[in-house]
């Protein structure tokens, strides 16, 4: 199938991946907002645009590496986490208290 896009006229072959990237990212924008997984369906968009458009290879490194550092800090907030000490919560019997209403 490669070997068929690539013999493919390179004008041809821009306006096709142009079309199929574009509304690839377009349905990924959609699920956002209606089900499915739309940010998984962005980067697949522009992995294809990726391959005819340099602008679409710098928006994809940029789109890795912040999801990169996004799965850094949570690791890093995970290992703090297990590391932390548990929570001691202290229940005071003495603290609750019903007055009694007055005399009348």
């Known amino acids: 199938m490669r070997a068929q896009v690539a013999m493919l006229p390179r004008p041809v072959r821009v306006v096709a991946v142009a079309t ?13 907002v209606l089900p499915g997984p739309g940010v998984l369906v962005i980067f697949a968009g522009l992995a294809l645009l990726a391959t005819e458009f340099v602008w679409a290879k710098r928006w994809l490194d940029r789109a890795k590496s912040t999801a990169q550092a996004g799965v850094d800090k949570g690791k890093e907030a995970l290992r703090r986490k ?12 003495t603290a609750v208290r ?4 007055p005399a009348a």
């Open 82 to 93: 297990r590391e932390a000490p548990a929570d001691v919560v202290v229940v005071d019997a």
């Open 20 to 32: 199929i990237g574009g509304t690839v990212v377009l349905a990924g924008v959609a699920m956002l």
């Open 98 to 101: 019903r007055e009694a209403p």
